[in-house]
């Protein structure tokens, strides 16, 4: 039975997926291994009317992103349609595909921000992890013309084995750039992670010294940039709040149209996902089955039942307590109270060298 609206808070945050098309092909991508064609996306009008049923839903903010969303030729009515629907707008890009002239467009239509994704502090490598000749140069192209707007800038840096160990030169290549803000966003083992898991998981020891490092860089840069952290699922000792909170604070929309209440939900079995081209979005956030399987505490096993913290964290990620225990509604085992916690510790001490398996 759908609860009454009354009772659910309102979502603050929208994640469209624009498209999957993606000239990187990064093996940590968060989109599934299936990936939506070209053929099945929203069209423009759809996605200024989701706009409008979002903003009066509640949600303030919108991340348009993909894929990489200027594969789209109609980006900047797009976000045009969000920033009229009173939305703030952040642009999720990998900077390859983005033209100066679109860009420039962008910002005339009201582009309130900016987010940049940078493999690595090195040029060689972070092509290599990117699957994409040149993308690196490309990158601080296109962060020297949003500073030259006047844009606010975020780098977003996803770490790993392979360039865990220079988040200190990652951080300094943000200021360099005029970024207000910087992510240290360590791997979700989802999606296109989880085959690369042995290739891409860290040491415990290079954990330890990055999470140090995050510390003292807080310290040095206070008032310069601000720097956003969190240990790594498989080393931490309890499991983040998905989202927020299953069906909480946030939404999710794929390019063909699915509302998701995470980015990888698509992930779990037996989940019906209602889609924007069939109902309004205030109908989906308040009666969809998928949001409502997880959303509360009522659906929680032992031990999240009775555990002080069930409100905090949720039980965790739901995709990651299936992906590794075959159980959604199991307590994600990154918490160290799950009785399938020692299964992390294992998996963390598996990797491999060999060649990533690219998104494709």
Same mark, same amino acid.
């Given at each position: 039975?759908?609860?009454?609206?009354?009772?659910?808070?309102?979502?603050?945050?929208?994640?469209?997926?624009?498209?999957?098309?993606?000239?990187?092909?990064?093996?940590? *991508?968060?989109?599934?291994?299936?990936?939506?064609?070209?053929?099945?996306?929203?069209?423009?009008?759809?996605? /200024?009317?989701?706009?409008?049923?979002?903003?009066?839903?509640?949600?303030?903010?919108?991340?348009?992103?993909?894929?990489?969303?200027?594969?789209?030729?109609?980006?900047?009515?797009?976000?045009?349609?969000?920033?009229?629907?009173?939305?703030?707008? +952040?642009?999720?890009?990998?900077?390859?595909?983005?033209?100066?002239?679109?860009?420039?467009?962008?910002?005339?239509?009201?582009?309130?921000?900016?987010?940049?994704?940078?493999?690595?502090?090195?040029?060689?490598?972070?092509?290599?992890?990117?699957?994409?000749?040149?993308?690196?140069?490309?990158?601080?192209?296109?962060?020297?013309?949003?500073?030259?707007?006047?844009?606010?800038?975020?780098? +977003?840096?996803?770490?790993?084995?392979? +360039?865990?160990?220079?988040?200190?030169?990652?951080?300094?290549?943000?200021?360099?750039?005029?970024?207000?803000?910087?992510?240290?966003?360590?791997?979700?083992?989802?999606?296109?992670? @989880?085959? +690369?898991?042995?290739?891409?998981?860290?040491?415990?020891?290079?954990?330890?010294? /990055?999470?140090? /490092?995050?510390?003292?860089?807080?310290?040095?840069?206070?008032?310069?940039?601000?720097?956003?952290?969190?240990?790594?699922?498989?080393?931490?000792?309890?499991?983040?709040?998905?989202?927020?909170?299953?069906?909480?604070?946030? @939404?999710?929309?794929?390019?063909?149209?699915?509302?998701?209440? &995470?980015?990888?939900?698509?992930?779990?079995?037996?989940?019906?996902?209602?889609?924007?081209?069939?109902?309004?979005?205030?109908?989906?956030?308040?009666?969809?089955?998928?949001?409502?399987?997880?959303?509360?505490?009522?659906?929680?096993?032992?031990? *999240?039942?009775? &555990?002080?913290?069930?409100?905090?964290?949720?039980?965790? *990620?739901?995709?990651?307590?299936?992906? @590794?225990?075959?159980?959604?509604?199991?307590?994600?085992?990154?918490?160290?109270?799950?009785?399938?916690?020692?299964?992390?510790?294992?998996?963390?001490?598996?990797?491999?060298?060999?060649?990533?398996?690219?998104?494709?």
């Amino acid at each position: 039975m759908a609860q009454s609206s009354e009772k659910l808070p309102r979502p603050l945050g929208l994640l469209a997926e624009l498209t999957h098309r993606c000239p990187l092909a990064c093996p940590y *991508c968060s989109n599934p291994l299936q990936l939506d064609k070209r053929g099945d996306e929203l069209d423009t009008a759809t996605w /200024a009317r989701v706009f409008g049923e979002a903003a009066r839903l509640g949600v303030i903010q919108v991340h348009l992103s993909g894929g990489e969303p200027a594969a789209r030729r109609d980006l900047v009515e797009i976000m045009a349609a969000a920033h009229q629907a009173g939305l703030y707008t +952040n642009l999720i890009t990998s900077a390859v595909g983005l033209r100066p002239e679109t860009f420039s467009a962008l910002v005339d239509a009201g582009l309130d921000h900016v987010q940049i994704s940078i493999q690595d502090s090195d040029a060689h490598s972070a092509d290599h992890i990117a699957g994409y000749e040149g993308a690196f140069e490309r990158k601080r192209a296109l962060a020297a013309a949003v500073v030259a707007r006047k844009v606010p800038l975020t780098v +977003n840096a996803v770490m790993h084995r392979a +360039n865990i160990d220079h988040v200190s030169d990652m951080v300094e290549l943000a200021l360099s750039l005029g970024a207000s803000r910087v992510e240290i966003a360590h791997v979700q083992y989802y999606g296109w992670a @989880l085959p +690369n898991r042995a290739m891409l998981m860290p040491t415990r020891e290079q954990v330890d010294l /990055a999470v140090a /490092a995050v510390e003292e860089l807080r310290t040095r840069h206070h008032g310069a940039i601000v720097i956003d952290a969190v240990v790594p699922d498989y080393y931490a000792r309890f499991p983040k709040p998905c989202v927020g909170g299953w069906g909480r604070r946030s @939404l999710n929309i794929t390019p063909s149209g699915k509302v998701l209440p &995470c980015h990888a939900a698509e992930s779990l079995p037996d989940l019906e996902f209602w889609s924007v081209r069939d109902r309004s979005l205030a109908d989906i956030w308040i009666s969809s089955p998928a949001f409502q399987a997880f959303r509360g505490t009522s659906w929680m096993q032992e031990p *999240c039942a009775s &555990c002080p913290r069930r409100e905090q964290d949720f039980g965790g *990620c739901r995709c990651q307590a299936f992906a @590794l225990t075959g159980d959604a509604r199991a307590t994600d085992p990154v918490c160290h109270l799950s009785p399938h916690h020692a299964m992390v510790a294992e998996l963390a001490a598996v990797r491999t060298e060999a060649a990533y398996i690219y998104r494709r």
